[in-house]
């Protein structure tokens, strides 16, 4: 993949996980615009990446701040990392932005204070809910509910498989293309009702990561 022809936009990236997807994405060479409700604070998240990417070495020079919606309107394919409690009303403002292109859908149904138990919404998933929203030319693809935070703002290799649903094939295969660019596995899934399963993984981590102290992930078996 030549990543340097692909603009991604991470509306919600100031967040850790969206602040971890920008640094591996601009590290990987791709042009990143990261987007928030205020402007600002997505210019502040840039500049830390920049800050990052030149003590490291690695060139900066393609990683942005906007809002939500000019993140989105800028790219080609959209990341959304935001809260559940977010999750409608963000997609709601992107809705225009986003038409014919490929939105990744990262985020996860958790009710706080029991983030820990499993609890999908009525609309079955996050994934589902999202394809609801932004509409039949909108190909939603759900993936990295199963990645900690934690590691995609580490350095080291991510130790941890990432289950890609969509109802568009080609579309999860690009998401996969750029998963492998920021050295992350990703495996086809299925369509986008399958969302749940790895939404639903994420409280079954959070009670393992609680037990073992650890950021654990998931890892799949027996494929060469």
């Given at each position: 993949?030549?990543?340097?022809?692909?603009?991604?936009?991470?509306?919600?990236?100031t967040g850790d996980l969206g602040a971890g997807l920008a640094r591996r994405l601009t590290r990987a060479g791709f042009r990143v615009v990261i987007g928030s409700r205020h402007e600002s604070q997505a210019q502040?998240?840039?500049?830390?990446?920049?800050?990052?990417?030149?003590?490291?070495?690695?060139?900066?020079?393609?990683?942005?701040?906007?809002?939500?919606?000019?993140?989105?309107t800028a790219a080609d394919i959209v990341f959304v990392t935001v809260p559940f409690s977010a999750h409608s009303v963000t997609l709601?403002?992107?809705?225009?932005?986003?038409?014919?292109?490929?939105?990744?859908?990262?985020?996860?149904?958790?009710?706080?204070?029991?983030?820990?138990?499993v609890q999908l919404?009525?609309?079955?998933?996050?994934?589902q809910i999202a394809q609801s929203i932004l509409g039949d030319n909108v190909r939603v693809v759900s993936a990295?509910?199963?990645?900690?935070?934690?590691?995609?703002?580490?350095?080291?290799?991510?130790?941890c498989d990432v289950l890609v649903t969509g109802n568009n094939r080609d579309a999860r295969q690009w998401v996969i293309d750029i998963l492998a660019a920021i050295d992350v596995r990703g495996f086809?899934?299925?369509m986008i009702n399958n969302a749940a399963a790895a939404e639903a993984l994420t409280s079954v981590l959070i009670?393992?990561?609680?037990?073992?102290?650890?950021?654990?992930?998931?890892?799949?078996?027996?494929?060469?």
């Open positions: 993949m030549e990543t340097g022809a692909v603009t991604v936009g991470i509306v919600g990236g502040g998240a840039a500049e830390t990446v920049k800050a990052m990417g030149s003590e490291a070495g690695w060139s900066t020079l393609q990683v942005s701040g906007a809002s939500n919606l000019d993140a989105a709601e403002g992107i809705v225009d932005a986003v038409q014919d292109k490929v939105v990744v859908d990262v985020t996860v149904p958790l009710v706080p204070p029991k983030v820990a138990r919404p009525e609309g079955g998933s996050a994934g990295l509910q199963n990645v900690a935070a934690a590691h995609l703002n580490g350095d080291e290799p991510i130790d086809h899934a299925g009670n393992i990561n609680k037990q073992y102290k650890t950021h654990a992930g998931i890892r799949l078996t027996g494929i060469s």
